[in-house]
């Protein structure tokens, strides 16, 4: 089978998050299996890339320039911003491939909608796994999403594509049940695939990161941010200490701006200890390769998930295949997988007195510690390792093209999926014109400062545009000129049937897109409208 797997991240260029390490197991595990793989994914660079690895073609593509001329769009919805311009870098090098060689079937993550183009076109069959919906972070006030316009219309994205994608895929039924109630699809339509873990890699044999010097070590991986729950885990520590003094931490994460004060989490995290007196007993570690976790994991004697929420998190899986014990949260899919006084220690959120309390429950009793590694070491290799998880993949696959087959007639958007690049482009410029209307005629501010960026880029247009303004002011805007005036009116249009296309970006985008034909009668069409309008410059 031909598979295409898109998503935003995918590593090493674009960061070893939990969708883009899924995303780098499923390949692997995919073309073990035999099947042909190809992954489309976001550039870290400025240029577009086309790379194969292990049997494995990444397309690398450039997005960071992308719409810069729709400076409203950005400006007014700037995750939209984000979200539209990364989504058509990825279908745009889809359709060039497709065109090749055609896809049996494409993986896309539902996370900032990635796959929307795809639901609304249907040119190949549609599998969308479910991570983490953005309305999950509305629902929670996470990383400081609120419900405003520009994050509700992402979430808005993300359901069309869910609702009409060929085959849903979730890897826990915590999740399966919050989509069906955010969306509206059934939960049978929900398939629960529990997120595979190359079982090889990550095992209890093998080269060690550290040594314990002694005493026993708590393992923490995630980002320092809020929804990761390191701020419970800090909090926590003391308490640990008082009950085990050798204890240590190690937290392998990058820092960010979320702390309590706004400013660095690190910073707020290092006070916390300092306080405490605990600051010797927490060593942090900003970032390691996916190749050296192992090495971590093993090294620790229990391993720690304290999220506010998390679906499946992949620190999760990973501590149980090299047979650790978890202590992780109820808030999300980790109880599904760190099964409670079986393979780990479940406790509710946002409280440090329990999550100290199951810490030490493992720290001071090594043969229960023990117990739980071995049964999540089984667990991993029985249900999470790749090769099972391929054939399981392989089976849906097949699903969604028979279901694919059955609805293929009746896309919602029917103009083809190459005319949706233009169409898309078309609605986005002319978002960007009407704000530039509205600011124009509402906001004195703002029509001195584009009048400025107008005298420093084109001094001549703008003094032709001025003279041409204040006589069809005076005089009216229907009234007959002087030759003179009609002479500077006709070189002005000239002028921005190129300019004010280019001021929407709308050229300059079609060129970056390839969409070259269509920009001309674009142009014409939006200086007609503003000539019928009354001649305004």
């Given at each position: 089978?031909?598979?295409?797997?898109?998503?935003?991240?995918?590593?090493?260029?674009?960061?070893?998050?939990?969708v883009?390490?899924?995303?780098?197991?499923?390949?692997?595990?995919?073309?073990?299996?035999?099947?042909?793989?190809?992954?489309?994914?976001?550039?870290?660079?400025?240029?577009?890339?086309?790379?194969?690895?292990?049997?494995?073609?990444?397309?690398?593509?450039?997005?960071?320039?992308?719409?810069?001329?729709?400076?409203?769009?950005?400006?007014s919805?700037?995750?939209?911003?984000?979200?539209?311009?990364?989504?058509?870098?990825?279908?745009?090098r889809?359709?060039?491939?497709?065109?090749?060689?055609?896809?049996d079937?494409?993986?896309?993550?539902?996370?900032?909608?990635?796959?929307i183009?795809?639901?609304?076109?249907?040119?190949?069959?549609?599998?969308?796994?479910?991570?983490?919906?953005?309305?999950?972070?509305?629902?929670?006030?996470?990383?400081?999403?609120?419900?405003?316009?520009?994050?509700?219309?992402?979430?808005?994205?993300?359901?069309?594509?869910?609702?009409?994608?060929?085959?849903?895929?979730?890897?826990?039924?915590?999740?399966?049940?919050?989509?069906?109630?955010?969306?509206?699809?059934?939960?049978?339509?929900?398939?629960?695939?529990?997120?595979p873990?190359?079982?090889q890699?990550?095992?209890?044999?093998?080269?060690?990161?550290?040594?314990?010097?002694?005493?026993?070590?708590?393992?923490?991986?995630?980002?320092?941010?809020?929804?990761?729950?390191?701020?419970?885990?800090?909090?926590a520590?003391?308490?640990?200490?008082?009950?085990?003094?050798?204890?240590?931490?190690?937290?392998?994460?990058?820092?960010?701006?979320?702390?309590?004060?706004?400013?660095?989490?690190?910073?707020?995290?290092?006070?916390?200890?300092?306080?405490?007196?605990?600051?010797?007993?927490?060593?942090?570690?900003?970032?390691?390769?996916?190749?050296?976790?192992?090495?971590?994991?093993?090294?620790?004697?229990?391993?720690?998930?304290?999220?506010?929420?998390?679906?499946?998190?992949?620190?999760?899986?990973?501590?149980?295949?090299?047979?650790?014990?978890?202590?992780?949260?109820?808030?999300?899919?980790?109880?599904?997988?760190?099964?409670?006084?079986?393979?780990?220690?479940?406790?509710?959120?946002?409280?440090?007195?329990?999550?100290?309390?199951?810490?030490?429950?493992?720290?001071?009793d090594?043969?229960?510690?023990?117990?739980?590694?071995?049964?999540?070491?089984?667990?991993?290799?029985?249900?999470?390792?790749?090769?099972?998880?391929?054939?399981?993949?392989?089976?849906?696959?097949?699903?969604?093209?028979?279901?694919?087959?059955?609805?293929?007639?009746?896309?919602?958007?029917?103009?083809?999926?190459?005319?949706?690049?233009?169409?898309?482009?078309?609605?986005?410029?002319?978002?960007?014109?009407?704000?530039f209307?509205?600011?124009s005629?509402?906001?004195?501010?703002?029509?001195?400062?584009?009048?400025?960026?107008?005298?420093?880029?084109?001094?001549?247009?703008?003094?032709?545009?001025?003279?041409?303004?204040?006589?069809?002011?005076?005089?009216?805007?229907?009234?007959?000129?002087?030759?003179?005036?009609?002479?500077?009116?006709?070189?002005?249009?000239?002028?921005?049937?190129?300019?004010?296309?280019?001021?929407?970006?709308?050229?300059?985008?079609?060129?970056?897109?390839?969409?070259?034909?269509?920009?001309?009668?674009?142009?014409?069409?939006?200086?007609?409208?503003?000539?019928?309008?009354?001649?305004?410059?």
């Open positions: 089978m031909r598979i295409c797997l898109i998503s935003r991240e995918y590593p090493p260029d674009t960061g070893w998050g939990g883009g390490a899924y995303n780098h197991y499923l390949a692997q595990a995919l073309k073990a299996a035999g099947h042909e793989v190809e992954v489309i994914a976001l550039s870290g660079t400025d240029e577009s890339s086309c790379q194969t690895g292990d049997g494995i073609t990444v397309h690398r593509v450039a997005w960071k320039h992308l719409l810069e001329e729709l400076n409203l769009f950005l400006v919805v700037p995750t939209c911003h984000y979200v539209i311009k990364t989504t058509l870098a990825l279908w745009k889809f359709l060039e491939i497709q065109s090749e060689r055609p896809f079937v494409v993986e896309i993550p539902e996370h900032l909608s990635a796959g183009f795809h639901a609304l076109t249907r040119p190949v069959p549609l599998v969308i796994t479910l991570h983490t919906p953005h309305s999950r972070f509305i629902h929670d006030c996470f990383h400081g999403v609120t419900p405003s316009f520009d994050n509700r219309l992402i979430c808005i994205m993300e359901r069309v594509g869910i609702n009409l994608a060929d085959l849903l895929i979730s890897p826990s039924e915590n999740l399966a049940r919050f989509v069906t109630e955010d969306t509206g699809c059934s939960i049978e339509s929900i398939n629960v695939i529990r997120t873990i190359d079982t890699k990550f095992s209890p044999e093998g080269r060690r990161a550290f040594d314990s010097e002694g005493g026993p070590t708590v393992f923490f991986a995630g980002r320092l941010e809020e929804r990761k729950g390191i701020q419970i885990l800090i909090e520590v003391p308490s640990i200490v008082k009950r085990v003094p050798d204890v240590q931490f190690v937290c392998v994460g990058a820092d960010t701006s979320t702390a309590p004060d706004g400013g660095s989490m690190l910073h707020w995290l290092n006070r916390k200890l300092s306080d405490s007196g605990c600051t010797s007993k927490v060593k942090f570690i900003p970032h390691i390769p996916l190749s050296q976790m192992p090495d971590y994991i093993r090294s620790a004697d229990i391993c720690v998930v304290p999220s506010l929420y998390d679906n499946a998190p992949l620190t999760c899986i990973e501590a149980l295949a090299c047979g650790k014990p978890v202590v992780a949260t109820s808030a999300g899919g980790m109880s599904e997988y760190a099964i409670h006084a079986e393979r780990g220690l479940i406790v509710p959120p946002r409280s440090p007195e329990e999550l100290a309390e199951a810490i030490c429950t493992l720290l001071l090594n043969k229960l510690c023990l117990q739980y590694g071995n049964n999540a070491r089984q667990f991993a290799q029985e249900q999470l390792n790749l090769a099972t998880k391929a054939n399981e993949r392989a089976l849906l696959y097949q699903k969604a093209r028979d279901n694919f087959q059955q609805k293929k007639a009746d896309p919602v958007y029917r103009r083809g999926s190459e005319r949706s690049l233009r169409d898309s482009l078309e609605i986005l410029c002319a978002y960007e014109q009407m704000l209307e509205t600011l005629k509402q906001s004195l501010d703002f029509r001195m400062r584009h009048w400025f960026r107008l005298l420093k880029k084109r001094p001549r247009l703008c003094a032709a545009s001025l003279v041409v303004a204040v006589y069809r002011r005076v005089f009216g805007a229907h009234s007959i000129a002087p030759p003179l005036i009609d002479k500077l009116e006709a070189q002005i249009e000239l002028q921005k049937k190129g300019h004010f296309s280019q001021t929407l970006g709308f050229a300059q985008l079609a060129e970056q897109l390839g969409l070259i034909s269509g920009v001309k009668n674009h142009s014409d069409r939006v200086v007609e409208d503003r000539t019928a309008a009354g001649r305004k410059i």
